[in-house]
């Protein structure tokens, strides 16, 4: 049975840690498109009231701002797959310990 448990375990570990590296991979990727889109846009440019193409521009600024809240919240997923990564392993280890201790 134990060795049923490592194995889960190690898949358990093994796909947070795939996950978490996908998430990163992506948030890495939104956030370098977002950046390209918004270096098109000059530095401190406004957006210019009544011209014809201030719904196009809004509407652009939105998209950037949109991309980058999903490179945020794919960094967060990152973070969390990350975190239960080590969690499980973490768990594994107090348990083995937990065992130990309280056969003696």
């Known amino acids: 049975m134990k060795h049923d448990f490592n194995e889960r375990r190690d898949r358990r570990i093994n796909y947070a840690k795939t996950k978490a590296a996908k998430n990163e991979k992506e948030s890495d990727q939104l956030y370098n498109s977002a950046a390209e889109m918004a ?9 210019l009231i009544g011209h014809h193409g201030e ?13 980058k809240g999903r490179s945020v919240k794919k960094q967060k997923k990152a973070v969390y797959y990350t975190d239960k990564a080590e969690a499980i392993a973490h768990a594994y280890n107090f348990e083995i310990i937990f065992v130990f201790n309280t056969h003696d």
């Open 39 to 47: 270096s098109g846009i000059p530095m401190g440019q406004p957006i």
């Open 55 to 67: 719904k196009l521009d809004r509407r652009y600024r939105e998209k950037i701002q949109d991309t």
